[in-house]
């Protein structure tokens, strides 16, 4: 299937690793230009190295340019910088990919103030931002693609991940009622909904759960594959080809939904 996506301009938040260096890697084979963005400079390289080889092996001199940004999405002035550098050296962004990570696990009980505060920025605040800052833009070329990332948190919440399951039913929000408005201009807004991928923020809870626990790695990685119908959980990639496939011409006619990848944990109905 060709996905149209040769010569766009994609923002990717949070690139440097775990779903968002996957979902550059496969936006540079599709012959798009990628900026990526995330806050540490060493890793942000890196990867931005190996998108830019992807891009040149898949294809060749047609390959598109990809361009490292550090700035932390909580940042207002980084990001605002950030999102025009990006313009500027790689033309208007065509497709934005709303990714900043989780917010650190905890029950109730673990979580004061000043940590409901910090994840509201991180969750909330900064996807309202990348909007802000790109989708006007989108909307005036009646051309765009915006996928946010959020959480299986959001049909179901997840054990110890109060902030996320939480906060993120609001970044769901958003892109059900932005897709609304903007429809009428040939701008698309989707999100998904990842279950347990194999991604170093899963890795994060899986050290988490051993601590609180006692258990071994695969004691509670068993745990979670026994809840998952699938039976294992799932790569990075996996998620990226879905939210690719979202960023393209031919998903077109998808907007406002949450997709949920998650091997058929959540049971509900809807």
Not at 86 to 109: E, M, Q, S, Y
Not at 165 to 190: C, I, K
Request: glycine share 10%; aromatic share 4%; charged share 20%.
């Amino acid at each position: 299937m060709e996905l149209e996506l040769a010569g766009r301009t994609a923002l990717v938040t949070g690139g440097s690793s775990g779903f968002g260096r996957a979902v550059a890697l496969r936006l540079a084979t599709e012959g798009a230009h990628v900026a990526l963005v995330a806050r540490g400079e060493a890793n942000l390289r890196a990867a931005a190295d190996e998108v830019a080889r992807a891009g040149a092996t898949a294809r060749g001199t047609g390959a598109g340019r990809v361009l490292p940004l550090a700035a932390d999405v909580t940042d207002d002035a980084a990001m605002t910088a950030a999102v025009a550098q990006a313009t500027r050296d790689l033309g208007p962004i065509d497709l934005l990919l709303v990714n900043a990570g989780g917010p650190p696990a905890g029950n109730f009980a673990d979580l004061d103030l000043a940590a409901w505060e910090a994840a509201y920025r991180l969750t909330i605040e900064s996807a309202v931002r990348l909007c802000r800052l790109v989708a006007p833009g989108m909307m005036e070329r009646r051309r765009g693609r915006i996928v946010c990332i959020t959480s299986v948190s959001v049909r179901q919440p997840v054990e110890n991940l109060m902030l996320s399951s939480v906060l993120r039913p609001a970044v769901q929000a958003l892109v059900r009622t932005l897709a609304l408005e903007a429809a009428p201009f040939g701008v698309t807004v989707n999100a998904v909904a990842p279950g347990f991928h194999l991604t170093s923020a899963v890795e994060r809870l899986i050290t988490r759960k051993q601590e609180q626990t006692g258990a071994t790695r695969e004691e509670v990685l068993a745990g979670w594959t026994r809840e998952i119908p699938l039976g294992r959980l799932g790569e990075a990639d996996e998620l990226a080809a879905l939210i690719v496939f979202l960023m393209s011409g031919p998903a077109g006619y998808i907007t406002g939904q949450s997709i949920t990848s998650d091997g058929g944990w959540v049971r509900g109905t809807f």
